[in-house]
Nanobody, 127 residues
Framework: HVQLVESGGGSAQAGGSLTLSCEVS????????MGWFRQAPGKEREGVAL?????????IYEDSVKDRYRLTRDNKKNTLYLQISNLKPEDTATYYC????????????????????WGQGTQVTVS
């Protein structure tokens, strides 16, 4: 049974930084795509950053965040990290970690397909 546990959200001031963490359990190896999505009030959920399995290429980002978001994956700890720098009020959203048992996420955020498993979400509020 695959589970994801997110942490690291909270309130922060514009210009600051936050790091979100997502620990995944239930896979037997590291061959899974994983990433972060967010949903702001009144908006649809959107993908912001994803990373494929080791050897599947580097992270892919939504265009509006690629200069401030950094996604890393620690396969020994089965943990995904999203560092957000130079926080802006428009970063305010509930952030969800998600994964699916595919080696490759896709070439771009718009072509990543459907995720199978989701975390409970962690709130980020920037003022």
């Amino acid at each position: 049974h695959v589970q994801l546990v997110e942490s690291g959200g909270g309130s922060a001031q514009a210009g600051g930084s936050l790091t979100l963490s997502c620990e995944v359990s239930g896979f037997t190896d590291s061959r899974y795509c994983m990433g972060w999505f967010r949903q702001a009030p009144g908006k649809e959920r959107e993908g912001v950053a994803l990373i494929s399995s080791p050897g599947g290429g580097g992270p892919i980002y939504e265009d509006s965040v690629k200069d401030r978001y950094r996604l890393t994956r620690d396969n020994k700890k089965n943990t995904l990290y999203l560092q957000i720098s130079n926080l802006k009020p428009e970063d305010t959203a509930t952030y969800y970690c998600a994964t699916r048992g595919d080696f490759f996420c896709g070439p771009t955020i718009a072509h990543t397909g459907t995720m199978e498993y989701w975390g409970q979400g962690t709130q980020v509020t920037v003022s």
